[in-house]
């Protein structure tokens, strides 16, 4: 068949991509189908062909699929944030899981992995301890009815629209933060929009308000709020950190970054305290890690707990290990182990987080973690000692070429992978196929109606014996059947 663009075809969504869009194919060729869940029967329009694929928009449901769900959120399907919120939780975690599978065969060239079910997230609604809200002078209108502010008004806090730089869909809540970050959303809203000072535009670089950043800590209920700002005004954000803090004990810190820079970037030149000490502190297995308004932290403190006991269970450690962890952050997977292994040296190019790190180990108490600054391609051959397990927790672009390289130069008998790109894990892996044997993989959902999905993957160097998570005693090389334990 010709497939040529705005042409409308009737078809049967069979399968879902990575990246979230329905697959048909037509004739052997793929069309990626946006919003698209398999099972429906849809009527669409070419969008977009290219040599080997085409995309394609919905122009009517016919059929809905059974899996397909009514989505909470009125936004859903507008603002690009919860691509998946049409479809079944269950069925989420299935296609996650397959798109780890797929990855390890077609791109690794990995077959026969033992790739357990997706654990699924605590919450599926209000996990996220971070939410970062634009501000624009170009809002995006859904329709004209839109309740909380006046369409002919140049004022938008909410998220970006997929494909538009300067619009901005107005918005006043968000499902994937605790309902408490809405009324302090609502509010901070009511203030904006009575304010003398401009809503920032992206096109000309004028304004005052760019983005409000709220951080929720689980552990203790407690929030921060961040207000980024052109410029430093005092006498106007002063007047809405009081308002907050009055209204809401549970705020215990109100800051402002200030940024200059063109770049849509929430991290300012300098930052003021407007409320408190400028940091939160939330716990992961029994760690408590302080986190400021520009510190990195998982988004979903529950389902961080469960990706850092799943490294914890691979990593098998006794107590007499040396464990390497490679793109360590702010050191929480380093600081997780530390009770476990008779050392931890952790390797990071960012040096504010390997300050942190530091800083949360002296919190904790922990004094056998050693942080390494700089390039790990650079640092990693300065370390004096040989590494018995190895955690590689890298971007999503995943290791460096050379970092692999030195990796199995220096071959230590376990590697505990923290993925949350699979393609760049199956990439990955796929160079270390010839010197370790990938013994399971365990997929972690943290980001419930997204696409994203993190995965634990553990790899023993072929020949050698360890320690098997599962039964929790030292195993012998010959115990490894086709790199499983078999027990």
Known sequence: ????????????????????????????????VDKAVPGDKVRIAITRKKKNYAEARIVELLKPSADRISAPCPHSGVCGGCKWQFLDYGRQLAYKRQHVVDSLAHIGLIQ????????????????????????????????????????????????????????????????LQPDMGNLILGDIRRYLQTSDLPMYCPRTHQGFWRFVMLRHSVAHDHWLVNLITAAENRSAVQPLADILTDRYPQIISVVNNITAKKAAISVGENEIRFFGNGHLTDRICGFEFDISANSFFQTNSRGAETLYRTVMDYAGLTGTETVFDLYCGTGTIAICLSKAARQVLGFEIVGAAVSDAEKNCRKNGVSNCTFFRGDIKDRLSEAAQPSDVMIIDPPRDGMHKSVVQQVLQMQPERIV?????????????????DVYQVVEVQPVDMFPHTFHIESVAWLQKKGAGGRCPGAGKEILPSSFIDGRCSC
């Open 1 to 32: 068949m010709d497939i040529r663009k705005n042409q409308l075809l009737e078809v049967d969504i069979s399968d879902v991509a990575y990246g979230g869009k329905g697959i048909v194919r037509i004739e052997g060729f793929a069309v990626f």
């Open 112 to 175: 026969d992995v033992t790739v357990h079910p997706t654990l699924a997230s605590e919450l599926c609604f209000g996990y996220r301890n971070k939410v970062e809200f634009t501000c624009s002078d170009s809002p995006w209108r859904v329709s004209k009815d839109m309740p909380f502010s006046d369409p002919g008004t140049p004022f938008a806090l909410g998220f970006h629209v997929p494909g538009v730089f300067h619009k901005v869909l107005d918005l006043e809540s968000c499902l």
């Open 417 to 433: 992978y923290v993925s949350c790109n699979p393609a760049t894990l199956a990439r990955d892996l796929g160079m270390m196929k």
